[in-house]
């Protein structure tokens, strides 16, 4: 399957210089195969991508294949294609491991086969959890509000993670401005990195201005409009930004696909995307539209217009207790149930 790839020189990768001095590369391989592909198909893309010049990858423990990964990086260290120095990790503590930050990091470090993780982040800032597959109903009995007191206990074992040498980086994702105010208020280390759905249709202008003016990096999930995404995270009036005329257009001039036009405005934007992809075409179509035939300023303020304010991942199954997603996400400014 190789031997057809066109290899890219990591080094023509863009990077992202973080709050902390680390270097890292903006894009990565996303790796949660939307309860759809299995845990080898993904390795072996994985594999694909790393041999291909990513050196990137989005992991976390509850996609549930991180062994299997964990031994596609092995084997490619062993075998010389790269060297672990070159890679840049990322691994998430899951919402029901709040309880021992320590120990989740530690399983996910085994199951990755590595001393360190260059970022570890908090996946969602609420211990609430769902199990595999279930549907968007189900509710998690013991789920409550986002807790200030709480969620600086898990960041406290999140610093401590990082002082510890296990971490290179720490972060959060699926945070909101205010529940980050208060974080930025009461951390002793700043998060170096927040991951957040941020796609042509979904864009959080404001989250993302709060993110830069405070020095924290953004990485983007569901760069794509993710069109695989488990049905639980669908819904009726949901969009779909490789759709939308506008990228229809411009994936036309550029001769690409509208997948590699998103990517695309996301590097060119300043965050970092993770698109996932099984597919070595897509794969590597991803990683080079990351330098190559850039976007006009025309083209990129054609997309910034096209913003619909449509999240995609909306979290139901996380709600507590007489929730519905919108509290997940203050929307009015305020943090529910504080
Ligand atoms: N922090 C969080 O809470 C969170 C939440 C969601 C996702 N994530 C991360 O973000 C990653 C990406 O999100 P996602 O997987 O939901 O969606 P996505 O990357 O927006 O979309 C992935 C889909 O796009 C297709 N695709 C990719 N490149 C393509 C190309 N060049 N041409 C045509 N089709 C292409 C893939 O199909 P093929 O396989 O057929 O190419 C795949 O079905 C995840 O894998 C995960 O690592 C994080």
Redesign the pocket.
């Known amino acids: 399957m190789m031997d057809k790839i066109l290899s890219v020189d990591p080094n023509l990768v863009p990077k992202k210089k973080l709050n902390t001095g680390d270097v890292m590369p903006m894009i990565g391989l ?5 309860d759809r592909c299995d845990s080898l198909t993904i390795a072996d893309a994985v594999r694909v991508a790393i041999i291909g010049g990513y050196r990137h990858i ?3 423990s509850v ?1 549930g294949n991180e062994k299997e990964i964990g031994q596609v990086i092995a084997d490619l260290i062993k075998e010389g294609v790269v060297k672990r120095e070159e890679l840049w990790i990322t691994s ?1 503590l899951w919402n029901d491991c709040h309880h021992d930050v320590a120990k989740a990091c530690r399983k996910s470090l085994a199951d990755l086969q590595l001393d360190y993780l260059d970022l570890y ?1 908090v ?2 800032p609420f211990p609430n959890f769902h199990a595999k597959g279930v549907s968007v109903d189900s509710r998690d009995p013991n789920a409550r509000p986002y807790i200030q007191v709480e969620f600086m206990e898990v960041w406290s074992e999140m610093e401590k993670l990082k002082k510890e040498g296990l971490v290179r980086n720490i972060g959060t ?2 945070m909101t401005v205010p529940k980050y105010k208060l974080l930025l208020r009461d951390c002793a280390i700043r998060p170096a990195v927040n ?1 957040m ?1 941020l ?1 042509p249709h979904f864009q959080q202008p404001e989250m993302f201005d709060y993110m830069v003016k405070n020095g924290i990096a953004v990485v983007g ?9 488990p049905d639980r995270d669908k819904t009726p009036t949901d969009t779909c930004p ?1 759709k939308d005329p506008v990228i229809l257009d411009i994936s036309a001039k550029h001769g690409i ?1 509208p ?2 036009v ?2 695309k405005w996301a590097v060119q934007d300043g965050h970092t995307p ?6 070595p ?3 590597m ?2 990683l080079r539209c990351s330098f190559e035939d850039p976007l006009s300023d025309e083209e990129m303020s054609a997309i910034k217009s096209i913003d619909k304010n449509c999240r995609f ?1 909306k979290g139901q199954v996380f709600c507590w207790e007489d929730a519905n997603w919108e509290d997940l996400w203050d929307l009015n400014g305020e943090i529910k149930g504080w």
């Open positions: 996303g790796t949660f195969g939307s989005d992991c976390a996609y998430k982040l996946h969602w994702s699926n991951e759905e796609h999930f569901c760069p794509i409009g993710s069109p695989n995404r490789t696909h997948a590699v998103c990517v993770i698109p996932f992809s099984t597919k075409k897509n794969i179509s991803n991942i």
